[in-house]
Antibody, heavy 122, light 108 residues
Framework: QVQLQESGPGLVKPSETLSLTCTVS?????????WSWIRQSPGKGLEWIGS???????YYNPSLKSRITVSLDTSKNQFSLKLTSVTAADTALYYC???????????????WGQGALVTVSS | EIVLTQSPGTLSLSPGEGATLFCRAS???????LAWYQQRPGQAPRLLIY???SRATGIPDRFSGSGSGTDFTLTISRLEPEDFAVYYC?????????FGGGAKVGIK
């Protein structure tokens, strides 16, 4: 059974970097899937942040691209998100998720983590 | 960027009734890259429908999706107590995933 679990600080100061990790079980991050981050806030709803394949370049939401890095650690079967220069607008519930690499499976997210609440405040 | 508009924003229904939710795209959706998710309070979204009309693994057949072009529909044939939740549509295109604003199915 595929499971994803987010972890990281729940409080980040303005202008600092938000860092989250997603630990994957039941599926290798070397397999034919993209590993993604999505966030949810009352003001902006669900917002895709970015995705990465194990042997490919990441692709990011253009609205966040200048501040995002998604990286994979195949040795730990984990992937991570770094979001720099955060403001209160980055306060959200952050989900990690998976979408397929094949044509039929590419365009939707089939497994999600439970979410990690991150608050940006001094 | 395609904008997805969901309607109605809220439905108030009783268990056993049917529900129809709409998702309108601001431009034509290619390859039927349109999915639906259910989100219960305190839980992550759960994939219901992908490719506009294919049910995800383990999803009951009371859930069905239809549509093409710019207009898509999620139908729940008979509401069970666990179906009262928020539903989102989602599109992929031009290297970008976007979500609709959500529609709540509440208990009357």
């Amino acid at each position: 059974q595929v499971q994803l679990q987010e972890s990281g600080p729940g409080l980040v100061k303005p202008s600092e970097t938000l860092s989250l990790t997603c630990t994957v079980s039941g599926s290798s991050i070397r397999s034919a899937y993209y590993w993604s981050w999505i966030r949810q806030s009352p003001g902006k709803g669900l917002e895709w942040i970015g995705s990465r394949y194990h042997d490919g370049s990441p692709y990011y939401n253009p609205s966040l691209k200048s501040r995002i890095t998604v990286s994979l650690d195949t040795s730990k079967n984990q992937f991570s998100l770094k979001l720099t220069s955060v403001t209160a607008a980055d306060t959200a519930l952050y989900y990690c998720a998976r979408h397929g690499a094949g044509t039929a499976a590419f365009a939707h997210f089939d497994y999600w983590g439970q979410g990690a609440l991150v608050t940006v405040s001094s | 960027e395609i904008v997805l508009t969901q309607s109605p924003g809220t439905l108030s229904l009783s268990p056993g009734e049917g529900a129809t939710l709409f998702c309108r795209a601001s431009q034509t959706v290619t390859n039927n890259y349109l999915a639906w998710y259910q989100q219960r309070p305190g839980q992550a979204p759960r994939l219901l429908i992908y490719g506009a009309s294919s049910r995800a693994t383990g999803i009951p057949d009371r859930f069905s999706g239809s549509g093409s072009g710019t207009d898509f529909t999620l139908t729940i044939s008979r509401l069970e107590p666990e179906d009262f939740a928020v539903y989102y549509c989602q599109h992929y295109g031009s290297s970008l995933f976007t979500f609709g604003g959500g529609a709540k199915v509440g208990i009357k």
